[in-house]
């Protein structure tokens, strides 16, 4: 504002005692008059302003209202970790075919690809040997219980060919163990693996190309991830002095940049413990259904919280407050034409128009309805 904000002081001059001197190396001295009496005038309280009209200026009234705490942050769309799962091949080969890629929707037991794979090809050749000594003891034992029968074989001798096709079995069941966990098929006896899905959904993330060799499972990366996209998490960045407005539990109206007219609800499921150093922010998660899969993971989204018990909270008219030289100020009546500028601290903006007032009023205080206009008068007097 102009010079009617600024303090003004007017002070009486004050008449000091006279010191005459005279040349020659002499010097009289004149006794000073009676000094005159000092006046001081107080100055005028510079935020108290008079106006010819006040009742060109409408008051409001500060109301006591309950509020909810809101707060809105941007966000990110990230596929529920507990929904994801990194599909891997449990030998090395070379890769034949690739019958899925990155975004392809996939059912549980879709073949993904197919692997040359060296270990199987050892794997199906051990089975068949473990098959044909299985055959020999199995008739050596036949045999044996025949002479055994007749008297013409001691026990011992058949005891030992029992254990050997006993030993035979166990050797045939674990190749085809070893087989089955390589994903190989004991019909077609092929060195081809197919890796299947393991679960439906979408696949987020794929590290494998045509002819590529997958190493073994301890130095390499997964194949393929599928994400089950029909609950998904939006991760939120909230400042750490905005940390205290959100709580486990509250409710969240997402949108996102894609749909902009089609909020979502979503519920507060983790603040993580740990700031970001950088943006002094902490990782807030967002759980949303997503039936229709309109959320898909990378998608930008804000968040709006609001906390679940409201408070109560002093609140004017948005236009009863002026912003100036980075302060809040309202106008009260002070009697008369006057009207006196108070600082203020101004909280967040409701709906309808409201302001919460944090500091510098209280409930039923009155105020100027339209700073601005009052502002724009008094500068022009």
């Known amino acids: ?58 008051l409001a009234a500060a109301e006591l209202c309950a509020a909810h705490d809101d707060l809105t942050v ?40 197919k692997i040359h794979s060296p270990e199987l090809a050892q794997a199906l050749s051990d089975y068949q ?33 029992q254990a050997t096709e006993d030993k035979a079995k166990i050797d045939v069941a674990a190749v085809k163990e070893k087989i089955r966990l390589l994903n190989g098929s004991l019909d077609t006896l092929s060195p081809i693996i197919e890796v299947r899905a393991p679960i439906s959904g979408t696949i987020v993330a794929q590290n494998i190309t045509g002819g590529a060799g997958v190493k073994s499972l301890d130095n390499a990366p997964d194949l393929f991830t599928i994400a089950d996209l029909s609950e998904v998490w939006v991760m939120c960045d909230v400042y750490e002095n905005n940390l205290a407005r959100v709580h486990e539990g509250d409710f969240a109206e997402v949108r996102l ?24 922010t902490a990782k807030v998660r967002l759980e949303l259904p997503n039936p229709k899969g309109l959320l898909k993971p990378g998608m930008f989204a804000t968040a709006r919280f609001v906390s679940r018990e409201a408070t109560r909270r002093v609140f004017v008219p948005a236009s009863a407050i002026l912003r100036l030289h980075d302060k809040d100020w309202v106008f009260r009546p002070a009697g008369g034409k006057s009207f006196r500028r108070v600082e203020v601290t101004a909280g967040l903006a409701q709906g309808e128009g409201s302001q919460e007032i944090l500091s510098g009023l209280a409930a039923g205080d009155r105020v100027v309805s339209n700073a601005l206009q009052f502002s724009s008068t008094v500068e022009q007097k």
């Open 257 to 280: 940049a894609a749909y902009p007219d089609r909020p979502l609800r979503g519920r507060v499921a983790k603040i993580m413990s740990l700031l970001d150093p950088a943006t002094r």
């Open 74 to 113: 941007n966000g990110a769309v990230t596929p529920d970790v507990s929904r994801t799962v990194p599909v891997n091949a449990l030998s090395g080969g070379r890769v034949v075919e690739i019958a899925a890629r990155l975004g392809d929707d996939v059912q549980k037991g879709q073949v993904l690809l």
């Open 129 to 161: 040997k473990a098959l044909s000594d299985e055959m020999l003891s199995r008739r050596a034992l036949e045999r044996a219980l025949v002479l055994f029968e007749h008297g013409a074989l001691a026990e011992k001798e058949k005891e030992n060919a």
């Open 1 to 58: 504002m102009k010079s009617l904000w600024k303090p003004l002081a007017a002070m009486a001059v004050v008449a000091p005692s006279l010191v005459i001197w005279s040349g020659c190396g002499k010097s009289q001295t004149a006794d000073a008059a009676t000094s005159a009496p000092v006046t001081v005038e107080a100055a005028p309280d510079p935020n108290v302003a008079e106006v010819d009209h006040p009742e060109q200026f409408p």
